[in-house]
């Protein structure tokens, strides 16, 4: 078995695709536009991964789309879990989870999907402000 990708519903495409291209770094590898059905699908791959995420965006579909706990997280190593969690709440992303023990932290899209984010190789040494900081909300 292989694994194909991930769907992923999405009410607003260009701070989707803000958040998994311009924060995270995935790319953007395949998009069609499906005018009859009213939605477009994009899929993106991260960097020597042919693993994706697919996003789908219903043209129409005004409200927001609830949450699926049951449907978990996404998952993606980084190179500096540390810098990697700097960078991303200089930009306005809450730390939910943040990397108290240099080796796993947790974010949420702007669709409210949570995403896992692990260092790639060994842990790093705990270090402040993460060893402190506390969880915020769920992931």
């Given at each position: 078995m292989e694994f194909l990708h991930s769907m992923l519903?999405?009410?607003d495409l260009d701070k989707t695709l803000h958040f998994f291209c311009g924060l995270l770094g995935l790319k953007e590898?395949?998009?069609?536009?499906?005018?009859?059905g009213r939605f477009t699908l994009v899929y993106l791959e991260?960097?020597?991964?042919?693993a994706q995420v697919e996003l789908t965006h219903n043209w129409?579909?005004?409200?927001?789309?609830?949450?699926g706990r049951n449907f978990g997280h996404l998952a993606f190593a980084v190179d500096?879990?540390?810098?990697?969690c700097k960078m991303l709440q200089e930009a306005g992303?809450?730390?939910?989870?943040p990397p108290r023990d240099g080796y796993?932290?947790?974010?949420k899209s702007p669709d409210n999907i949570s995403v896992e984010l692990l260092q790639k190789g060994e842990r790093l040494a705990p270090q402040e402000p993460w060893v402190s900081m506390e969880s915020i909300g769920e992931w």
């Open positions: 519903r999405v009410k590898v395949k998009r069609t536009d499906y005018e009859e991260g960097v020597g991964s042919s129409d579909h005004e409200v927001e789309y609830t949450d500096d879990i540390y810098k990697t992303v809450v730390i939910n989870r796993m932290a947790f974010i």
